[in-house]
């Protein structure tokens, strides 16, 4: 068995979703001078890895539903296309998860025992997505998840795992980073609308329609540097993390392509490009916090 299967089935180019509130939480233990190597380092491992086995469940889950056949137009799939077993599958997620709860058990040293409050339920959430008798991915609330998991839990929980306070700042992070991440599942969907609706994977977009999910994508792009510009004026961030606006040029282009496209290519790059803008804002932020 080759490495190429796995990667396929890791979706790397999703990955930045898990990197860049861990950056942007770390920023913030940088600027408050309680910084340290093995927290940022274990936490990024266990992010990572929470989000690979997300990737994986979503795979096998698909597959089995028919969600995942010959008319959809997104990257392919690994149980789908038959490069692994559902079984294979399963393993993965199994390993994936297990190093996730080994850097657990390490963060809890560090942090105390709500990390282990906020690694099941992670673990559970990512489970339940596309799994189970009553996946909420399915019923229209992946969105939701996404926004709290991917924002609000990685961007504070990273914060706390330096020096267990969760301060204010990392709570505004936390809503940019959840919305750049809502805005990478809003793409995803998007794209998927039609064979999604025709195999009964009623995910939000589904439900909402085509033009208002749209609005939805433009709204969530739109969000983080709203936040960040309310954050600057509120004392919770530095004038210097504005340098994030220097990013809106990045999102322009996406939100038009989403708004007048509904071919797989143009939405394809959709996104890949939001993932991209997602860390780029995370490092700009990270910067401006930490200058």
Request: glycine share 10%; proline share 5%; aromatic share 8%.
């Amino acid at each position: 068995m080759t490495r190429r299967p796995w990667v396929v089935a890791a979706r790397l180019p999703t990955l930045w979703a898990a990197t860049a509130p861990v950056v942007v939480g770390t920023a913030l233990a940088v600027r408050d001078e309680v910084f340290r190597w093995d927290g940022f380092l274990v936490t990024l491992f266990g992010a990572l890895c929470i989000q690979i086995g997300v990737n994986f469940a979503n795979d096998v889950a698909d597959a089995g539903r028919g969600v995942d056949n010959e008319r959809r137009i997104g990257p392919r799939r690994a149980v789908a296309t038959g490069l692994l077993t559902a079984r294979q599958m399963w393993g993965g997620i199994t390993i994936a998860f297990g190093l996730a709860a080994v850097a657990g058990l390490y963060l809890v040293f560090l942090a105390g025992p709500w990390i282990l409050v906020i690694g099941a339920a992670s673990v559970l959430a990512a489970l339940g997505y596309t799994n189970g008798p009553v996946p909420y991915g399915y019923r229209g609330l992946g969105e939701l998840s996404v926004f709290v998991f991917f924002g609000l839990v990685a961007t504070v929980g990273t914060r706390f795992v330096f020096d267990r306070t969760t301060p204010a700042p990392a709570w505004y992070a936390g809503i940019a980073m959840g919305a750049l991440a809502s805005a990478i599942l809003i793409a995803n969907n998007v794209r998927d609308i039609d064979n999604d609706r025709a195999t009964g994977k009623r995910t939000l977009v589904v439900m909402l329609g085509r033009r208002a999910a749209q609005g939805l994508y433009v709204a969530a792009i739109v969000a983080p540097f709203a936040t960040i510009v309310v954050a600057v004026a509120a004392g919770a961030f530095p004038a210097a993390t504005l340098a994030a606006m220097a990013a809106i040029p990045l999102a322009i282009p996406l939100t038009r392509v989403l708004w007048t496209e509904t071919a797989g290519p143009p939405l394809i790059g959709v996104l890949t490009g939001t993932a991209r803008l997602q860390i780029v804002v995370a490092v700009l932020l990270a910067i401006g916090l930490m200058l």
